[in-house]
């Protein structure tokens, strides 16, 4: 008898997103059966399209005889809305949504998350090849506006006890360059673009467009509970000779309401003379982490852990409306809850399926 699977399995059988299998379906390279609300896949279809249909042929990231999430029959989910299947959460944990944040976040429901961890683009840095990417802005305030509007929308979708942790940096202006070269030791560095200089501001002026963000999110609501100072002890030199090389970026700690949920024993340290522990601290010393298929920044996992250990409770849904190689995914996973992922790039989509397959396949061995 044939296997079928659902869309979810077979992505994690070619190791790809779910969004991926549905724009392969769409494009009438993957057939299928329709069942119901679902669409079922032949695993013949799935082996042959992971050996000759792709243009990238890749290994599928599970062997055939490992796939043992495959069920002949399986059961239909029931969609609670459009997007977001609690059922299906349920059973992997993550889902993870190809699209731009702005259109995406508008269509899930209110009060759903405990916590919401995130690092969107920074203004005029990288270049993530995507039209309708955020960080392109020529005017700096639109891209301050862009930020407050989808963090409103933020503060809608947690839960009135919920936090919103907010990584984000400081640049610098790009003193009249229109672009930036490729850099050999960091291809993400190059730029086909660079935003002008910001009204009022001058060549080399640092703009303090983290503190800008923070502050009119305060204005639209936002409690601003915490600046966190990331400090990277293996931050990428640069070239200046007339300045400090900068070595940390920041993390805000927002809640939605004036008292809110915070384990502050989940992530306390403990005193350097090892006399028991104390309320942690807000200077995080955390070095970058790299990863190979992402050509940008980020984040690494000892980062985003004490953000869900203290904003969250084991199953809690965790968003991150910039998915990007899906880290808050991963150390979602690996502490017990589940996660919401809003990526525009559908590689980087593909990126993270592979990442969090792997480490959901890391936990699947230790739990057998
Ligand atoms: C700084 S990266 C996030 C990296 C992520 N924290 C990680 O650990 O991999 C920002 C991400 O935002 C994505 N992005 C840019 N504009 C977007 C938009 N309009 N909607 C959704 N994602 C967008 C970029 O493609 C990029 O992956």
Redesign the pocket.
Known sequence: MSKYYTTEEAALYLGVSSARIRQYILEERLQTDKSGRDHLIEESVLSDFAMFGRKKVGRPFLEQGNADIVTAEPERASASNRFINIDQLDEEGIQVIN??????IKQLPDDTFRCV??????WGV?D???E?????EPDLQDYIK?LVE?FSEVRRVLKSDGTFWL?IGNTYTSGGRKWRQEDSKNRGRAMSYRPPTPDGLKKKDLIGVAWMVAMACQLDGWYLRNDIIWHKPNCQPESVKDRLTVAHEYLFMFSKSEQYYFNQEAIKESYTNGNGFKNKRTVWSINTEP?AE?H?????KNL?RPCILAGSEENDLIL?????????GIVSQELNRKCVG????PD?VD??GRRNARVQGALMLQES
């Open positions: 699209g731009d944040t702005r259109d995406i961890v995130t690092s969107p683009p920074y990288r993530y090849g995507v309708n990417q955020i960080g392109a862009t989808i990584n990863c992402a940008f920044a980020v984040f690494p985003v991150d409306p910039f998915y990007g190689a899906g880290t808050v809003i990526e525009i790039n980087y990126i993270s």
